[in-house]
């Protein structure tokens, strides 16, 4: 896929800024969303997926309001809260309330349905639904959630979803490795992209510096190649960092 703002290279890696205000959107009254990647009603070739990355959608939903009970198939799902609660059932039995701060993760493997509400009558509640496509098909589906602490994500990459599920992390069919950080004031985070892999970064919130790159809220990068990653210049910002199959 080509991706046409701002490419940067640097050594072996390239750097290619997804600007948020060229993001897909949709609005449905008491729903708004902006969608990274084609999706719904928003289709650009262009913009179909980075790797096996597939849907970055940012929701954001009115009190009292959520998605109906729907179907999926062979989709690793998971839903990054950052403001209010997210309410999940679905067919396996399963029902949560995740808070800001959680992720909730689903493999839908040979299918699911599920419904997620926001639970609140008056408060909206806003996440970041993503979608990642599994390395196996038809696979027996799975749901699982974690809670991050402020601490978790301080100043450092907290990986919370992961092909082998170590150090914690939710496991996922996706050969993906997903971490959260916050970073401000004079913080640094700095990580290596191995050869064979390719990286994206997703802006929550705020606004970084990712090896020259000026990246606010919204904004996505896709990071091609291999080398080292510096995160600095945090104005309150919080990120996703995706370390995905090339």
Do not use: C
Request: proline letters at 3%; a negative charge; glycine letters at 12%.
């Amino acid at each position: 896929m080509t991706l046409h703002e701002n490419i940067t290279k640097q050594d072996t890696l390239r750097l290619t800024r997804r600007p948020a205000d060229e993001r897909g959107k949709a609005d449905f009254g008491w729903l708004k969303s902006a969608h990274s990647f084609s999706f719904g009603n928003y289709y650009d070739p262009a913009h179909m997926g980075f790797g096996n990355l597939r849907v970055i959608n940012d929701d954001l939903v009115d009190g009292g309001q959520g998605f109906g009970a729907h179907p999926h198939q062979n989709a690793e799902i998971f839903s990054y809260v950052m403001e209010g609660a997210l309410e999940h059932r679905d067919s396996m039995g399963n029902g949560s309330v995740v808070a800001a701060g959680g992720v909730q993760y689903m493999s839908a493997g040979a299918g699911v349905t599920h419904s997620e509400f926001n639970p609140s009558k008056t408060d909206q509640m806003r996440f970041l639904q993503v979608w990642l496509l599994p390395e196996v098909q038809d696979t027996n589906p799975a749901y699982d959630t974690i809670d991050l602490t402020p601490a978790d994500k301080d100043g450092k990459l907290k990986l919370f979803l992961s092909r082998d599920g170590r150090d914690g992390s939710m496991t996922t069919q996706a050969d993906a490795s997903v971490y959260a950080a916050t970073l401000r004031g004079d913080q640094t985070i700095t990580t290596d992209l191995a050869a064979g892999r390719k990286g994206w970064v997703q802006v929550a919130s705020g606004a970084l510096n990712v090896n020259g790159v000026v990246l606010s809220k919204g904004d996505g990068l896709a990071i091609e190649g291999s080398g080292a990653l510096t995160f600095t210049d945090g104005q309150d910002a919080e990120f996703l960092f995706f370390d995905l199959v090339d």
